[in-house]
């Protein structure tokens, strides 16, 4: 596995980071055991980058897995909070309930613009009064935006960008795979860590697996991977794809063999776009929230190209 620096700072990270997303209550819903083995197994094969988020509720899997080797491990981790005690109350849950004295990354979640980080100036100044105190090592945010990419790059204490980014431009808001290519670019080029998000479009370019994560692997600007993964296969799969290893067909016949299914998560705002695009009649408007007949849906991910709110995954 190659290790890798996050930008300017001192935090050393697996190409391929953890993302938890797929294994908690919100996805894959895996028993604590579980998910638990599947982050021993990424550990066991090199991966040292675990990304989470508060919204996951996940940190329970976590705590348990990085136990009695707190200092392998970089943890990430993301929240809404917008207010000084917002701020502090998302530190101090995640703190506690990973049983850790500091996190490595602290992110503020899904930010769209220089518009939305002055919404949530408040908050940064706790984070960054926290980070004096060694509670944080560096702070960063999450953004499906190019916009938010850009907004980071005027503020020198956001050192980490963890930005959506994928062949097909799935999931990014306000532009297009070159725009935010670009962004990424004059981010790194400032020394801002870049670890990326969704390189599988949300599973909806499970169909070219090797072929998506190659094309985010192929640029320089990005300093680590982020891919969900909610079985040991699959961590894997994906180790050894990293390491450009050839992957065993047992391995891939196990994948392939998967049952999957079409995820509507829950700020869908019922547009209908995805209703209209699907061919199949597997999606429907129930009140204000699209709904999927798993009878009718064949898994073609098409839908997600439609939606402007990225809430379809294939999981």
């Known amino acids: ?3 890798v620096n996050l930008g300017n700072t001192d ?7 953890f993302g938890s997303l797929t294994i ?5 819903n895996l028993s604590l055991a579980d998910g638990v083995r599947v982050i021993e197994e990424a550990y066991d ?7 989470t988020a508060e919204l996951y509720e996940n940190y329970s899997y976590i705590k348990e897995a990085i136990k009695g080797k707190r200092d392998k491990f970089i943890l990430s981790t993301k929240s809404y909070a917008y207010s000084y005690e917002g701020g502090e109350k998302s530190l101090t849950m995640a703190l506690t309930e990973l049983n850790t004295d500091y996190i490595d990354i602290f992110s503020l979640h899904e930010q769209e613009s220089e518009h939305t980080l002055r919404g949530h100036s ?3 100044e706790y984070l960054l009064r926290a980070k004096e105190k060694g509670y944080i090592r560096a702070l960063g945010i999450s953004t499906h935006h190019v916009a938010g990419v850009r907004a980071a790059l005027k503020y020198d204490d956001i050192q980490i960008i963890h930005p959506i980014y994928n062949k097909a431009g799935l999931g990014i808001i306000d532009g297009s795979v070159s725009d935010m290519k670009n ?5 790194n080029s400032m020394g801002k860590g870049i670890y990326s998000m969704k390189p599988l479009g949300g599973g909806n370019l499970l169909n070219m697996v090797e072929e998506s994560i190659g094309f985010v692997l192929e640029n320089p ?9 909610q079985s040991i296969e699959e961590v894997i799969f994906n180790t050894m794809l990293f390491e450009g290893k050839t992957i065993p067909s047992h391995i ?6 998967k049952e999957r299914k079409l995820l509507i998560d829950f700020w869908c705002e019922g547009c209908g776009s995805c209703v209209s695009a699907c061919k199949q009649g597997a999606l429907s408007l129930n009140g204000k929230r699209a709904v999927v007949n798993p009878e009718k849906c064949i898994l073609c991910g098409y839908c997600s190209r439609y939606c402007k709110e990225f809430c379809i995954k294939i999981i």
């Open 183 to 187: 962004a990424i670019a004059k981010a």
């Open 122 to 124: 408040e908050a940064i």
């Open 1 to 3: 596995m190659e290790y």
């Open 24 to 28: 908690s209550p919100l996805q894959s």
């Open 252 to 257: 891939r016949a196990s994948i392939g063999k």
């Open 221 to 229: 600007d990005i300093h680590s991977v982020a891919v969900g993964m």
């Open 11 to 17: 935090i050393i990270v697996s190409k391929l980071c």
């Open 45 to 51: 094969r090199g991966v040292n980058f675990l990304d």
